[in-house]
């Protein structure tokens, strides 16, 4: 991507938001060009002082190239760094290796520790993958006990799931969900995204009608060539929103806002008469046109998916409940 194509995204970004603006670098490999991206920061950090913003940073990286100037630029910016990991050695070897062959565990865990011993806020992004499901809930164990706190989790939409590894993943969200209620039970408390999601929508009462799919709603993509795409979707093959919304040049063709999925009814019948509706991204059309080939149709690797998440949060809410009213109140 060249500067100019960046500072015209950097621009539309800053014309788009109200109060904060943020630009995450994702998509290949952000440190291979770690000049750009400190353009890039700095531009927007301009640009937001100008507009009267708060500008946050994000990137997502294998780690590999991660150098301790880059750490402490991070730490300074307040960036949130995301690293890609498979946890466990074994794993990460058998799953992610060099375009050589050499396995990366080595480099991804110095990466990790070079990231937390320069303060850097640090999670790890891992992706449950019908090809490399064991261990998982292990594998998170071990990252936290190399220090990282918080987890991202990813569902492979891209492929085909047997029933056998469907019902896998329902058990590894089990298993998450007593390593999280674990985590919390001893006041070191694990951040797991989608159960921290699921455990916010309980409290509330599910998510509110009209509302999308984040990261269509909030996450605007740029290709090297200017053209924007709502989300992280580049391919033009998904009915629902990967088509591109407009280029840095002449800005957006569409409202985000009017991107409305989840209008109140679900429009799946399965989801119509679902108890779980309420707390359901069923919405997201984007994976539902991966997972089901209908935008307005959960796949069933996704509905699944979903229902465990929901069931673990809700268990993982009962008990927190349960062991605060068996606490003594401070004045006790
Ligand atoms: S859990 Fe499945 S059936 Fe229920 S609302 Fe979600 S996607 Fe629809």
Avoid at 253 to 277: N, Q, T
Wanted: glycine content about 8%.
């Amino acid at each position: 991507m060249s500067e100019d194509v960046a500072s015209q995204a950097i621009d539309l970004v800053a014309q788009q938001s109200q109060g904060r603006m943020g630009v995450q670098f994702f998509g290949g490999e952000p440190l291979l060009e770690y000049d750009l991206l400190v353009y890039c920061v700095e531009y927007a950090q301009n640009r937001a002082r100008q507009a009267g913003l708060a500008c946050v940073f994000r990137a997502t990286t294998n780690g590999s190239l991660l150098t301790d100037e880059a750490c402490r630029f991070f730490r300074d910016i307040g960036l949130v760094l995301t690293i890609s990991s498979e946890g466990l050695p074994q794993r990460q070897d058998a799953c992610r290796r060099f375009a050589d062959g050499r396995p990366s565990s080595a480099v991804v865990e110095a990466a990790v520790q070079r990231a937390l011993a320069h303060n850097v806020r640090v999670k790890a992004y891992m992706v449950l993958d019908p090809c490399h499901l064991e261990n998982f809930v292990e594998s998170v164990a071990y990252l936290r006990r190399c220090g990282v706190r918080m987890f991202s989790l990813g569902l492979n939409i891209f492929v085909r799931w047997t029933e056998a590894q469907i019902r896998q993943v329902e058990q590894t969200i089990e298993g998450l969900g007593r390593l999280y209620l674990q985590s919390i039970l001893a006041d070191q408390p694990l951040g797991i995204d989608v159960l921290d999601d699921k455990l916010f929508a309980w409290a509330v009462g599910g998510y509110p009608g009209g509302q999308t799919c984040p990261s269509c709603r909030w996450l605007l993509s740029v290709t090297p060539d200017g053209r924007l795409f709502r989300g992280r979707a580049f391919t033009s093959d998904c009915r629902g929103c990967s088509d591109s919304v407009g280029d840095v040049w002449q800005g957006l063709r569409i409202s985000l806002d009017g991107h409305a999925l989840k209008s109140g009814e679900p429009l799946s019948p399965r989801c119509k008469s679902c108890g779980l509706a309420p707390y359901c991204m069923y919405w997201c059309r984007c994976a539902n046109t991966y997972t089901s080939g209908n935008p307005d149709v959960p796949g069933e690797v996704l509905c699944r998916y979903q229902a465990a998440v929901i069931r673990t949060a809700e268990r993982v809410s009962h008990r927190i409940t349960g062991e605060l009213a068996q606490q003594p109140q401070a004045d006790e």
